[in-house]
């Protein structure tokens, strides 16, 4: 939902940020944590782009052009995901919808961050199923996928879940004590 009326953060996480100053410093911290992801994400595609014309390539087994070509694909992917923001922020550039852009780079962000984790993953399969085999190459895999997928995404999802919880408790624990 791109709703702009909707608050981004607690305001009384710094009460003399006034709503406009709030959503700069979003939008900026945003854009600069999708720079530093996609300038990773740009080396891992390059990597994958020359793969098939280095001299080994046509060594690799059908499952293996298969995690390449799904690793290529998400790498793309996770590259315009990245990407997207900074463009966007170009074109809408004082047009008045910061609060638009903030959303949609941050559900760009998470989306890149998906298709990064499945590129690792398939990148890093290929890798140590060429070099060691099948079985080394599931069990990486599967490390990796759940570390990205623990860090970043139910880990924060967890913190969020809990840090709501917390107010709404504090929240219904004034509500409580007015009561009385």
Same mark, same amino acid.
């Given at each position: 939902?791109? @709703?702009?009326?909707?608050?981004? !953060?607690?305001?009384?996480?710094?009460?003399?940020?006034?709503?406009?100053?709030?959503?700069?410093?979003?939008?900026?911290?945003?854009?600069?944590?999708?720079?530093?992801?996609?300038?990773?994400?740009?080396?891992?595609?390059?990597?994958?782009?020359?793969?098939?014309?280095?001299?080994?390539?046509?060594? &690799?087994?059908?499952?293996?052009?298969?995690?390449?070509?799904?690793?290529? *694909?998400?790498?793309?992917?996770?590259?315009?995901?990245? &990407?997207?923001?900074? !463009?966007?922020?170009?074109?809408?550039?004082? %047009?008045?919808?910061?609060? +638009?852009?903030?959303?949609?780079?941050?559900?760009?962000?998470?989306?890149?961050? *998906?298709?990064?984790?499945?590129?690792? #993953?398939?990148? !890093?399969?290929?890798?140590? @199923?060429? +070099?060691?085999?099948?079985?080394?190459?599931?069990? *990486?895999?599967?490390? &990796?996928?759940?570390?990205?997928?623990?860090?970043?995404?139910?880990?924060?999802? #967890?913190?969020?879940?809990?840090? $709501?919880?917390?107010?709404? @408790?504090?929240? $219904? @624990?004034?509500?409580? %004590?007015?009561?009385?």
């Amino acid at each position: 939902m791109d @709703d702009p009326a909707e608050p981004l !953060t607690n305001p009384e996480e710094n009460p003399e940020e006034n709503p406009k100053e709030r959503l700069d410093r979003e939008l900026i911290e945003l854009l600069q944590g999708l720079r530093v992801a996609a300038t990773g994400v740009q080396v891992l595609f390059a990597f994958l782009l020359t793969l098939p014309f280095s001299a080994g390539f046509n060594k &690799i087994d059908e499952a293996g052009h298969w995690l390449f070509l799904v690793a290529v *694909i998400t790498a793309a992917l996770a590259s315009i995901c990245l &990407i997207a923001p900074a !463009t966007q922020h170009r074109i809408l550039f004082r %047009s008045g919808l910061k609060a +638009l852009l903030l959303r949609r780079a941050n559900r760009l962000g998470v989306v890149g961050g *998906i298709a990064l984790a499945i590129s690792m #993953v398939c990148s !890093t399969s290929l890798v140590v @199923d060429t +070099l060691t085999g099948l079985w080394p190459a599931m069990v *990486i895999a599967a490390a &990796i996928a759940a570390l990205s997928a623990w860090l970043w995404f139910v880990q924060p999802l #967890v913190s969020l879940l809990r840090a $709501r919880d917390e107010e709404r @408790d504090q929240s $219904r @624990d004034q509500g409580q %004590s007015r009561d009385q």
